[in-house]
């Protein structure tokens, strides 16, 4: 009796020692940038200065390593964002890319009780095979292989960490006051709105009967409409779905953020020429399948962080995890098709236009907004790094928000924008740099076309081998 009491007592305190720590370790994070900021300010050798900010970064790596590796939940899915090679500092990257996967896992005790209780049957009789590691435990769930006694199949089976749902609601409010704070201080960009949005995709998450139905209808889509799907994606295995536990067919594949090193494996220079089309390939292959997805399903998976990327013999791509899938209004759909053509054929006006259609409310305060506005745009939603860039901060100071402050941002929009800066912090990490709008401004003049808002004489992309030409334009 006092065990229990003390275990009620422990859990009821949780939420509160967790929202200090993340208070005490984000004020530090923060507080240190700002010194470094003072500090760089008062010197005037370059040099000096860019070393004062490297030193910085490598600290500030350490400790937000620290905060989303121990608290865990809703900071392991911030790491994989914060941790791409064109968003953040290099010493962000080096230590926040490992924590893809790298949750802790429940133990095999648990998960089986867990099966047994949600399927009603005993763990011996349902499974002949069980690896008691997992191959992934990420921040909601882990995933462990197996094979079926009754078919003799492989299957992955997805099992959801118990007690984990509460503690995200509690992250997200915690970092939805933080960014309140960093808009009236420092940022001048609608974050609020995207973090409302996360808080509707992650209660989504912990639904797996939603996600089952979420992977066959963007599986059957891609199959219906292509003579060879983009991507392949795990078939659910009927009857062994519940809203905690998922079997589904298992893929054989090498984690995409392992791809250098199994190349190397077989003998072949993983920055060769034979490389390089390998890479290029799975890029191609992956985009198109975001592009059909997001301009004519208005449905799509909407979390292609590494982790969730197999690459299968012959370069082929397998895209995993639908537990974030996103439906967008068909108002949206059209307006992004819209934005997708602009940037596609640098429309500065054309851009603007779309920006308006979509909701999103900026103001500028330079006199060139419309050029800024379209900086804005291509660094937003499209996949392409400027030249000579390597590292693309929204909030540097050559950023465009410095020069056009995006007041209000539409929540539904959100699960784009971080598609796009996923696939971009992808394509850098496998040094390939393209324009998603180019190879998508097909799939948009036909989206346009069907809602009757594009002419046919006015569809330009109506050529063969323009995805090709794309991605070797991007490779010179």
Known sequence: ???????????????????????????????????????????????????????????????????????????????????????????????????????????????????????????????????????????????????????????????????????????????????????????????????????????????????????????NSLISNNKKPPVFIPRVIQDMVTRDVLVMEFIEGTPIMNLGNEIAKRGIDPAGKIASMAKQKILQNLTLAYGQMILRDGFFHADPHPGNILVCKGSEVALLDYGQVKELPESLRLGYANLVLAMADNNFTRAVESYKELGICTVSNCSDGEVELFKLSSRMFDTRMPPGVTILSPFSEESSLNKIAVQSFPEELYSVLRTIQLLRGLSVGLGINYSCAEQWRPIAEEALFKAGRLKGRDMKSRRRGIFSRIFRRGRD
């Open 1 to 219: 009796m006092l065990e229990d009491f003390r275990q009620r007592l422990s859990d009821g305190l949780q939420p509160w020692s967790r929202s200090v720590q993340f208070w005490v370790r984000a004020a530090d994070i923060y507080t240190g940038y700002k010194v470094c900021q003072l500090r760089a300010g008062l010197v005037k050798d370059v040099e000096v200065r860019e070393a004062m900010w490297e030193r910085q970064h490598e600290l500030a790596a350490d400790k937000m390593y620290s905060l989303c590796s121990e608290l865990g939940g809703l900071f392991l899915k911030a790491a994989q964002i914060l941790g791409k090679p064109d968003l953040a500092p290099a010493a962000w990257v080096k230590k926040l890319v490992t924590l893809c996967d790298k949750a802790p896992a429940t133990r095999i005790e648990v998960v089986k009780q867990i099966i047994e209780k949600e399927f009603g049957r005993g763990f011996e009789d349902v499974f002949e095979q069980f690896d008691e590691e997992p191959v992934g435990s990420a921040s909601i769930a882990q995933v462990h292989r197996a094979r079926l006694r009754s078919s003799q199949t492989n299957v992955a089976v997805k099992v959801q960490h118990p007690g984990v749902e509460h503690l995200m609601q509690v992250d997200i409010h915690n970092l939805q006051a933080f960014v309140l704070f960093l808009q009236k201080t420092d940022i001048k960009f609608d974050l609020f709105s995207l973090t409302k949005e996360v808080e509707k995709q992650i209660g989504y998450e912990f639904d797996f009967l939603r996600e089952a139905n979420a992977m066959e209808r963007i599986r």
